[in-house]
């Protein structure tokens, strides 16, 4: 096991990385992966292989692997499946640390060519005890060193941060990196587990759990061949890292297709569903509450308690946030009496200034917002702040009042916040926010409110 | 009632607006509103009325209404509560069209003062049968003749399109406003009731309905003083607009703070559900819903039947797309051989040729692509299509390779879309795929999956 992490580790961190199939025709895969290595920062050695002798961004292939004189830490293979027997004895006689193998056409096809194929490079794989990740993947993201072995080129683009996604799909990852960079969400790995050759979920879990830069598993599941030695893992995993999982496949039609796509048992969605809620991992039923919550567990504590309490800068969105807290297991705070001496100290005698509070009338007063919000998270009664407030022009100085505030108290107990404006008002403020680690934000106050729930039940499935 | 249409006409549609409590002051009201009337594109006169003669945003300003010698159609009340019975006075005086009162401070104070001013200022208004939008509104904006007559001046940003936007909560109103600017929907209207002193949901419906700008009726709802007198009209109404609505206040402490909010009695949370339901109209349970759902009733016709085709460019997205549908009461078109050949015939042997299908190995064949699109458009088993499209760099053509067929088919059938690219790949083509009506888009595959379940289901009510 100790040997394939360190197999695991050499092949995200590359000193040396072979394509082999790179191209100058766009056409061809093998160009995207070219332009992914050569735009994207990454600094080691890269070796495009090619027979052909013309250059490729800028560097001369070489005409086979054993050309090239040093080492080959990871090889990207993207050439016709038919070849890929002959180019991986080649990598085994270079004794290349590891394989992301892009070509498709192998087990995921009717024909049984595609599953001989499959058998036949395995072997070889294995034999040499070379891990692949793949085939049928668009590869592997590392934002540590910033090595994009994808077609993608546009993976760069992914802020660094805390959250491996790890899917069985690469659409899936395709869509969870776009929505990523546009709500700011930060990745340490992004990686595409293809056919799974003999690299699969438990080997990349197992890798994950000693990777520093990763505090959060987003995973992305649709049929995996052995749930139980999963689950284990999963079990095990819990305790030292946050998890969240998106399992597809829950309708008839969904099901069959999955199976089709991945090759593998896709079977009883609520079986699953089960097992990962007894593994104590929570699953989620969207893409996007898919990165919400991977968003959150990366940047919030969890509620010790499933009090929550709602500062809203206006009432609508705090009523639509406590329906969805209400109706996901959280309950609104009772404030101490203390604390609701403070809050009647800040706001006029208007209605809300129980939970949920209509912070509105205080908006001109930062002074008085601040202590408002401070005695709310001083209150022991309290163990999450949903933050809510909407840009309306006459507020524009509203959160650079919360500042000092939010950043003084820098989670001690979680603060998700919707805070929303026209682009260019307080997206840099709340980027900042965010940054500083003051809180987590969402476009909506139902997702807000959704995200802590989610670290809630995060936490109480983490217990069992 | 007649009359009454006619005055809110004139509301919406002055060519003079008085800003009674105009002020140079930024941290007043009265400044944000002058910003919106003079900085949102309105051609009619704007009238500042403030007993101090400085100019405000380069107009100088009248001491008082009856200094102004013209008539005034639109007056926007943003002086203290305690003034507002002399103000009411004087635009009855002046034979004012119509009054926007911004104002707090009326019947949703708990102190009993508030209360007896709302009645004195609505004894003034309903006497001279003068239309109130408000009091504690941000007001109403008119995108037809860019009339912004609300305390936030980004209002103003927001695309003109076919959606009326009427929000019993300004917060909510706003938050739409933002997320529409961001997904590029467009508004007729943005209404916001406030506590509707004369003019409540029932009397701005029948407005909207002889609105020929609207197409859709966008609601959020709190508490409704009449629900029978709205679920009637709503049974009326949805043979001539679409509609779908959006209520909080389900759960128990969201009820009792949305009492306190709009001073209506906001009750049990099913019964609404319940003759929602009856009266046919859509209701949804999130302010992403609702916008979602609004945005494709306003750009697709409503499907003929349950059975959805779902082209994906890759599998995963498929697969989500097909779980939500499947739990959404839509179906898995069964294709016809035809269609099937065709289908067969531009995709290699892969698994996923039946519905869900994977078109991803067509990626590089525009002609390919566009038959296949088009035979299952035409499938007369096939009343919606999803299609959903990640970018991946090598398939950077795809949108451009299908924007014949898709335009030239101009949604016969509805045609729903999440088709994603990091920032500046896709925008222009999906946005103006959109303007030309060939498909309305989503971020991800379970909304647009969603938008289409909902214009089903639309549908399906609407034959009540």
């Given at each position: 096991?100790?040997?394939?992490?360190?197999?695991?580790?050499?092949?995200?961190?590359?000193?040396?990385?072979?394509?082999?199939?790179?191209?100058?025709?766009?056409?061809?895969?093998?160009?995207?992966?070219?332009?992914?290595?050569?735009?994207?920062?990454?600094?080691?050695?890269?070796?495009?292989?090619?027979?052909?002798?013309?250059?490729?961004?800028?560097?001369?292939?070489?005409?086979?692997?054993?050309?090239?004189?040093?080492?080959?830490?990871?090889?990207?293979?993207?050439?016709?499946?038919?070849?890929?027997?002959?180019?991986?004895?080649?990598?085994?006689?270079?004794?290349?640390?590891?394989?992301?193998?892009?070509?498709?056409?192998?087990?995921?096809?009717?024909?049984?060519?595609?599953?001989?194929?499959?058998?036949?490079?395995?072997?070889?794989?294995?034999?040499?005890?070379?891990?692949?990740?793949?085939?049928?993947?668009?590869?592997?993201?590392?934002?540590?060193?910033?090595?994009?072995?994808?077609?993608?080129?546009?993976?760069?683009?992914?802020?660094?941060?805390?959250?491996?996604?790890v899917s069985q799909?690469?659409?899936?990852?395709?869509?969870?990196?776009?929505?990523?960079?546009?709500?700011?969400?930060?990745?340490?790995?992004?990686?595409?587990l293809?056919n799974r050759?003999?690299?699969d979920f438990p080997e990349i879990l197992?890798?994950?759990?000693?990777?520093?830069?990763?505090?959060?598993?987003?995973l992305y599941v649709e049929g995996i061949d052995e749930p139980r030695k999963l689950i284990a893992q999963l079990?095990?995993?819990?305790?030292?890292?946050?998890?969240?999982v998106y399992k597809t496949g829950?309708?008839?039609?969904?099901d069959?297709?999955s199976l089709?796509h991945t090759g593998s048992m896709a079977g009883n969605h609520?079986v699953y569903l089960?097992a990962f809620?007894?593994a104590?991992v929570?699953a989620?039923?969207?893409?996007?509450?898919?990165?919400?919550?991977?968003?959150?567990?990366?940047?919030?504590?969890?509620?010790?308690?499933?009090?929550?309490?709602?500062?809203?800068?206006?009432?609508?969105?705090?009523?639509?946030?406590?329906?969805?807290?209400?109706?996901?297991?959280?309950?609104?705070?009772?404030?101490?009496?203390?604390?609701?001496?403070?809050?009647?100290?800040?706001?006029?005698?208007?209605?809300?200034?129980?939970?949920?509070?209509?912070?509105?009338?205080?908006?001109?007063?930062?002074?008085?917002?601040?202590?408002?919000?401070?005695?709310?998270?001083?209150?022991?009664?309290?163990?999450?702040?949903?933050?809510?407030?909407?840009?309306?022009?006459?507020?524009?100085?509203?959160?650079?009042?919360?500042?000092?505030?939010?950043?003084?108290?820098?989670?001690?107990?979680?603060?998700?916040?919707?805070?929303?404006?026209?682009?260019?008002?307080?997206?840099?403020?709340?980027?900042?926010?965010?940054?500083?680690?003051?809180?987590?934000?969402?476009?909506?106050?139902?997702?807000?409110?959704?995200?802590?729930?989610?670290?809630?039940?995060?936490?109480?499935?983490?217990?069992?």
């Amino acid at each position: 096991m100790e040997e394939k992490l360190k197999k695991l580790k050499r092949l995200f961190e590359p000193e040396a990385v072979a394509v082999i199939g790179a191209s100058r025709d766009p056409s061809k895969l093998g160009y995207h992966v070219m332009k992914s290595m050569t735009t994207g920062g990454y600094r080691g050695s890269i070796v495009p292989v090619n027979p052909r002798g013309d250059e490729i961004f800028g560097l001369r292939p070489f005409t086979s692997l054993m050309a090239f004189p040093r080492t080959i830490d990871l090889a990207i293979v993207v050439v016709p499946a038919a070849r890929v027997p002959d180019v991986f004895r080649e990598c085994v006689g270079k004794k290349v640390g590891g394989i992301v193998l892009i070509t498709a056409g192998f087990k995921e096809i009717e024909d049984p060519g595609g599953t001989r194929l499959h058998d036949e490079i395995k072997a070889i794989a294995d034999e040499a005890d070379i891990p692949v990740i793949g085939p049928n993947t668009f590869g592997i993201v590392n934002a540590t060193n910033r090595l994009n072995a994808t077609f993608t080129p546009e993976f760069s683009r992914v802020t660094p941060g805390g959250i491996a996604c790890v899917s069985q799909s690469g659409g899936i990852a395709h869509l969870l990196s776009f929505l990523a960079m546009r709500e700011g969400v930060g990745f340490s790995k992004i990686i595409g587990l293809g056919n799974r050759l003999n690299i699969d979920f438990p080997e990349i879990l197992d890798y994950l759990l000693g990777d520093k830069t990763t505090s959060v598993l987003m995973l992305y599941v649709e049929g995996i061949d052995e749930p139980r030695k999963l689950i284990a893992q999963l079990r095990r995993i819990k305790n030292e890292k946050r998890v969240v999982v998106y399992k597809t496949g829950k309708s008839h039609k969904g099901d069959q297709a999955s199976l089709s796509h991945t090759g593998s048992m896709a079977g009883n969605h609520e079986v699953y569903l089960g097992a990962f809620r007894q593994a104590g991992v929570l699953a989620v039923s969207s893409v996007e509450e898919l990165l919400d919550t991977a968003k959150a567990m990366d940047r919030c504590p969890l509620p010790k308690g499933p009090r929550v309490a709602i500062l809203s800068a206006q009432a609508g969105p705090g009523i639509a946030a406590t329906d969805v807290c209400e109706s996901l297991g959280l309950e609104l705070a009772q404030f101490q009496p203390g604390t609701q001496k403070s809050i009647n100290a800040c706001l006029p005698p208007l209605a809300l200034r129980t939970n949920p509070v209509d912070m509105g009338p205080a908006w001109y007063n930062a002074d008085a917002l601040s202590r408002l919000i401070r005695s709310v998270m001083e209150d022991p009664g309290v163990d999450g702040i949903l933050l809510l407030t909407m840009f309306a022009s006459a507020n524009v100085g509203i959160v650079e009042g919360m500042r000092e505030v939010l950043t003084s108290w820098n989670q001690r107990k979680p603060v998700v916040s919707s805070i929303l404006a026209p682009e260019g008002i307080w997206d840099t403020q709340v980027r900042d926010l965010e940054e500083k680690g003051a809180l987590v934000n969402y476009p909506t106050p139902e997702r807000a409110a959704r995200a802590l729930a989610n670290l809630w039940e995060s936490r109480e499935l983490g217990r069992r």
